[in-house]
Each structure stands twice: as structure tokens, then as C-alpha cells.
Nanobody, 119 residues
């Protein structure tokens, strides 16, 4: 069982930046693709970004492309999400997730961290 713990959420003004981090307990973290998702109040959880196990390839939702950057440090078992030029519509609970088999299905989820962007 992989434990994922997010941190770094908080309150920020529009135009500001936040960096989220997700720490994984699993020794084989480097074999997992990782993703970030978000869920706004009353809405479905949505994909934000994905990074392959090697860290060489990344994917982003159109809504965050050019503003958010996903990265990972396999030596530290962490995956980060740098969020710049934040907008009020980025307000949500952000979750990191692990894709154990690299099949686009996420098998493990963190508990989430709240990001609130004020206008």
C-alpha cells in the first residue's frame, strides 16, 4: 500500500504562486507514473498534470498549461506541482495520485490539500 501525503496548499491572491509537494512512502516510487488532480466545490475531480516514472514526459490540462509545472525527485520520493499565475478558478482541493502500472489508471491517492485563490 502506497501512502501519499500532500503539502503546500494555502491561500494566495490571484497572480500569485504556490508549490505543492507529494511525498510517497513506497520504495519503488521511481517506477510509478504520478499525477495531480483537483476538485472544486460541487464539481467532479479533474486531471491537472501527469509525469512519467522517469520524469522525462509530462502532460497538462489545457486550463493549466503554461502556468503549472509538474516535476519529481525519485531520490526523495516526491512529486511537486509548481503553480504560477494563479486564478480564482484554480481554487480546489488538490490530490496527488500514483499510477502503479503506468496504464493511466491511478491506484493510490493522497488525502488532498486545499488551494484557495482570492480575487
Amino acid at each position: 500500500q502506497v501512502q501519499l501525503v500532500e503539502s503546500g496548499g494555502g491561500l494566495v491572491q490571484a497572480g500569485g504562486s504556490l508549490r505543492l509537494s507529494c511525498a510517497a512512502s513506497e520504495r519503488t516510487f521511481s517506477t510509478y507514473a504520478m499525477g495531480w488532480f483537483r476538485q472544486a466545490p460541487g464539481k467532479e475531480r479533474k486531471f491537472v498534470a501527469r509525469i512519467t516514472s522517469s520524469g522525462l514526459i509530462t502532460y497538462y490540462a489545457d486550463s493549466v498549461k503554461g502556468r503549472f509545472t509538474i516535476s519529481r525527485d525519485n531520490a526523495k520520493n516526491t512529486v511537486d506541482l509548481q503553480m504560477n499565475s494563479l486564478k480564482p478558478e484554480d481554487t480546489a482541493v488538490y490530490y496527488c495520485a500514483a499510477d502503479h502500472f503506468n496504464d493511466q489508471t491511478y491506484d493510490y491517492w493522497g488525502q488532498g490539500t486545499q488551494v484557495t485563490v482570492s480575487s
